[in-house]
């Protein structure tokens, strides 16, 4: 679980949607939504289609903090824009909280 600032976020071509997070020290790192027909069969399917909507509901109010719960991932460096410099991401996000006080 992090308490992260949303920067950035969009539709990636295979329907994932990827956000640019800031933690409380500034580093940067991307959190991944997987698309819905991606986490068919997993025990954990609910989970993560629960995140996407409110990460998506928070993205419409405007929320920009919010503290998420997932799978911390080591990907490959690929150039990508907000990346962690040592490639860590939040790959799959399973919780999308937003905190107390943090509503628009």
Same mark, same amino acid.
Request: with cysteine.
């Given at each position: 679980m992090v308490d992260v600032e949303v920067l950035a976020y969009k539709s990636e071509s295979d329907d994932d949607i990827?956000?640019?997070i800031r933690g409380g020290r500034g580093h940067l790192m991307v959190a991944e939504f997987p698309a819905?027909?991606?986490t068919t069969g997993s025990p954990y399917?609910?989970?993560? /289609?629960?995140a996407r909507r409110r990460f998506t509901a928070a993205m419409r109010r405007h929320v920009q903090h919010l503290r998420l719960t997932g799978v911390v991932f080591f990907d490959k460096l690929h150039g990508q824009i907000g990346g962690a410099l040592n490639?860590? /991401?939040i790959h799959l996000v399973l919780k999308v909280e937003?905190?107390?006080g943090c509503k628009p």
């Open positions: 990827h956000a640019i819905s027909w991606c399917a609910k989970q993560m /289609e629960l490639g860590v /991401e937003v905190p107390a």
